[in-house]
């Protein structure tokens, strides 16, 4: 473990450090990899549901529309692929099921999917820090949001790595 170049014995979450890893090449990891505990993997999905917020943005948003999410270390492009209900600001409650539209100033639980293809994710209230984003669209923060659901894939990607 290397903490500003110094070799140390540990690192404390939220610390950014280096870590040497033997049996993987520096070019065989990419931004968003996570590194976890042999029996306690992370989530890896390209299909998930969650609750946004719409902060700013002028039109509205409907099935299709896409952005860039920021997840963790992951920056990844997301498609809508379902908006599954309008929450009332006040209660929480469920308010408009399937929706053909979000807007400004709503909260929604829309389904996305990351076009690129499965990435570590968790749920927010399991783990906060891999299950919060934003979306952003021409540069601007447009929305933020959290994991309620992560939808699972039928077969492990190529791109997780296994020692058991």
């Given at each position: 473990i ?16 280096k ?19 042999p029996g ?44 599954i ?21 709503e ?58």
């Amino acid at each position: 473990i290397l903490d500003n170049e110094e070799e140390v014995d540990a690192a404390v979450a939220g610390t950014t450090c280096k870590l040497k890893v033997r049996g993987i090449e520096e070019e065989e990891v990419a931004m968003g990899f996570v590194l976890c505990e042999p029996g306690s993997l992370c989530k890896v999905a390209n299909v998930f549901d969650a609750q946004v917020v719409i902060m700013d943005y002028k039109s509205i948003i409907s099935i299709g529309f896409t952005a860039v999410m920021h997840l963790h270390s992951c920056t990844e492009e997301v498609q809508i692929k379902l908006i599954i209900c309008r929450l009332d600001k006040k209660t929480g409650e469920k308010t408009d099921i399937k929706p053909k539209f979000i807007k400004k100033d709503e909260i929604a639980i829309v389904r996305f999917t990351v076009l690129s293809g499965p990435i570590c994710m968790e749920i927010y209230k399991d783990y906060a820090q891999m299950g919060r984003f934003t979306l952003r669209d021409e540069g601007k923060t447009i929305a933020v949001g959290k994991i309620l659901k992560v939808l699972p894939i039928k077969d492990t990607p190529q791109n997780v790595v296994e020692n058991g």
